[in-house]
């Protein structure tokens, strides 16, 4: 007599069987992109995930992960921080990818190989209007504008950066980067003629809009602007950290985005969970009017990364002629909230750090946001909050093997404790690891291992289109 066994059984079986180089065992898996949220084995082989599975398997490397959630490796979407520091930094915030999309970088080819075989975590970037307006123009910035690049462009620059911008989509970058806000004086024209390019290419801008603030011409006619864009064109958009562009306008903007996706337009957002933004002041987002643009606050709002201290009219004027980073305390709590219970929104930081002087964004996003407006605030589910940090962005992307637990997936997976996770950077001391993140594999390595990082080992590889 003969017995018929489920197939489920004998794929269960033949897991089992096999040895995989790392096993997580005991964990509570959350994949937001199948729903699972169950205690499960997770077999990784090489730099894929090969098995899910609700009987144990065996492996070269046990990890132990009773009591602690496994989730897909956060990916960062907006991280200006694409140096080693930053990349250790972002690792013990469980982020396995790291991406400079807003700013981008130019040429592109020149970015990818000094990372190659160096890189801790994944790193990829767009072909940035940004630099290559710098390039084309000379502008004696580093990563933002200084002088001659916030100006308007001859028919010939333009022709030459919009050449830069195509050649680095060529060269494999993830779509084209964009901060009109930087560039002031670049037309309208000249925008549409980006997104023009970006559609035909079949990827995204991600833009930092033109204005902010309530102030006319202010965030809502800047949204306005680039969705028309993205409805003239075809093109894909995404607009980034919506919070501290919108500011007591976000929920008007979310509604914005809502109403553009709903009527078939490709419109994603992103946010961080911070009250205060950061960005150069030596930059056009403080040419005359600034105050208006960021809600009306005054000079004592601004705070200077390398001292910390808050700035008065004397010493805005002295820093503004050397240029450096300061944080702008101008995004309301209620806002925050608002906008990382909302659907719409991926979690983003927006980080950048040097020699440990920067925004603990850039050190803390995503501890924060499980920490704080999880266990905490209770503003959001823990399988929201991973979700707006692993598949919607990788769906933003197109990647389809990054972002979840699941067979064939990429082992890149972040494990916390989600009783204790928190973020321990501060805007006077943001050089200060997350707690909680225990264990991390970018590619299948191990790259955080017991909450501390491991030494040695350079498992991120470039993120192309």
Same mark, same amino acid.
Request: glycine fraction near 12%.
């Given at each position: ?25 005991h964990g509570r898996v959350l994949d937001p992109a199948s729903g699972l949220d169950a205690v499960r084995y997770v077999g990784v082989r090489g730099a894929k995930i090969e098995a899910v599975s609700e009987t144990p398997l065996r492996g070269r490397t046990v990890v132990d992960a009773s009591g602690l959630v496994v989730a897909p490796g956060f990916i960062d979407l907006h991280s200006h921080g694409q140096t080693p520091e930053n990349y250790r930094f972002k690792a013990r915030d469980g982020v396995t990818t790291a991406l400079e999309m807003e700013v ?81 004086? !670049?037309?309208?024209? #000249?925008? =549409?003629?980006?997104?023009?390019? /970006?559609?035909? $290419? %079949?990827?995204?801008?991600? @833009?930092? &809009? ?94 200077? !990364?390398?001292?910390? #201290?808050? =700035?008065?009219?004397?010493?805005? /004027?002295?820093? $503004? %002629?050397?240029?450096?980073? @300061?944080? &702008? ?98 805007? #006077? ?37």
């Amino acid at each position: 007599m003969r017995i018929a066994i489920p197939f489920c059984m004998l794929l269960a079986a033949a897991a089992q069987a096999q040895e995989y180089d790392v096993v997580l065992a005991h964990g509570r898996v959350l994949d937001p992109a199948s729903g699972l949220d169950a205690v499960r084995y997770v077999g990784v082989r090489g730099a894929k995930i090969e098995a899910v599975s609700e009987t144990p398997l065996r492996g070269r490397t046990v990890v132990d992960a009773s009591g602690l959630v496994v989730a897909p490796g956060f990916i960062d979407l907006h991280s200006h921080g694409q140096t080693p520091e930053n990349y250790r930094f972002k690792a013990r915030d469980g982020v396995t990818t790291a991406l400079e999309m807003e700013v981008g970088v130019s040429p592109v080819p020149e970015w990818y190989r000094a990372r190659e075989g160096r890189a801790l975590i994944n790193f990829g970037a767009t072909s940035g209007h940004i630099p290559a307006r710098m390039l084309v123009m000379h502008d004696s910035g580093k990563l933002l504008p200084r002088d001659t690049a916030k100006g308007a462009a001859a028919p010939e620059e333009r022709r030459q950066v919009y050449e830069l911008v195509r050649r680095g989509l060529d060269d494999g970058a993830l779509g084209i980067g964009m901060g009109i806000a930087y560039v002031p004086l !670049a037309t309208r024209a #000249e925008i =549409l003629e980006l997104f023009g390019l /970006a559609a035909e $290419r %079949k990827t995204a801008v991600y @833009v930092h &809009i033109r204005n902010g603030g309530p102030v006319e011409p202010g965030v809502i006619d800047a949204l306005q602007e680039v969705i028309a864009d993205a409805a003239a064109t075809g093109a894909s958009l995404h607009v980034v950290h919506i919070t501290s562009m919108g500011l007591r306008e976000t929920a008007l903007c979310l509604q914005m985005i809502e109403g553009a996706r709903a009527r078939g337009l490709d419109v994603t957002t992103e946010m961080y969970p911070y009250t205060a933004g950061m960005t150069d002041l030596g930059s056009a987002v403080f040419d005359e009017g600034w105050q208006a643009k960021q809600g009306g606050i005054g000079f004592g709002d601004l705070q200077w !990364a390398f001292t910390g #201290e808050r =700035l008065t009219a004397e010493s805005f /004027a002295r820093y $503004r %002629k050397q240029g450096g980073m @300061v944080a &702008i305390h101008s995004i309301p709590e209620e806002v925050v909230r608002l906008a990382i219970s909302n659907p719409l929104t991926m979690i983003a930081s927006d980080g950048i750090l040097e020699q440990g002087k920067g925004h603990p964004r850039a050190a803390g996003t995503y501890a924060r946001v499980i920490g704080r407006y999880v266990r905490e605030q209770h503003a959001l589910t823990l399988m929201d909050a991973v979700r707006k940090m692993t598949v919607m962005p990788a769906d933003r992307l197109g990647m389809r093997s990054k972002g979840r637990i699941a067979v064939g997936a990429d082992a890149d997976v972040t494990v916390f404790d989600p009783a204790r996770v928190i973020d321990r950077a501060t805007f #006077e001391n943001p050089a200060q690891y997350s707690e909680g993140i225990q264990y991390v594999l970018v590619n299948g390595t191990l790259v955080v291992k017991g909450g501390e990082l491991v030494d040695g080992v350079a498992p991120g590889l470039a993120v192309r289109r």
